[in-house]
Nanobody, 124 residues
């Protein structure tokens, strides 16, 4: 099993920045991809970005491309999400997700583990 704990959420003004962290523990050697999803009030959970844990390949949703950057520190078993130029529509609970080898997290599935989420609120 892998445990995921998010941190770094909070309240920020439009145009501001935040950095989220996701710390993984447990059977971290089995992690293949990690990702961020988000769920806005009244909406379904949606894919934000993902990263291959070893190779570092990344993928982004169109709505965040150019504003958000995913990264990881393998030595610390931690994934990050740098969010810049934040907009009110970025307001959501952000969830960390991971897949175990050989599954791959995709926008539509592949998640084996979820964190409990961290709230990001962007005020206008």
């Amino acid at each position: 099993q892998v445990q995921l704990v998010e941190s770094g959420g909070g309240l920020v003004q439009t145009g501001g920045s935040l950095r989220l962290s996701c710390a993984a523990s447990g059977r971290t050697f089995s992690i293949y991809t990690m990702a961020w999803f988000r769920q806005a009030p009244g909406k379904e959970r949606e894919f934000v970005t993902s990263i291959n844990w070893s190779a570092g390949n990344t993928a982004y949703a169109g709505s965040v491309k150019g504003r958000f950057t995913i990264s990881r520190d393998n030595a610390k078993n931690t994934m990050y999400l740098q969010m810049n130029s934040l907009k009110p529509e970025d307001t959501a609970v952000y969830y960390c997700a991971a897949s175990g080898f050989p599954r791959v997290v995709t926008p539509t599935g592949g998640v084996d583990y979820w964190g409990k989420g961290t709230l990001v609120t962007v005020s206008s």
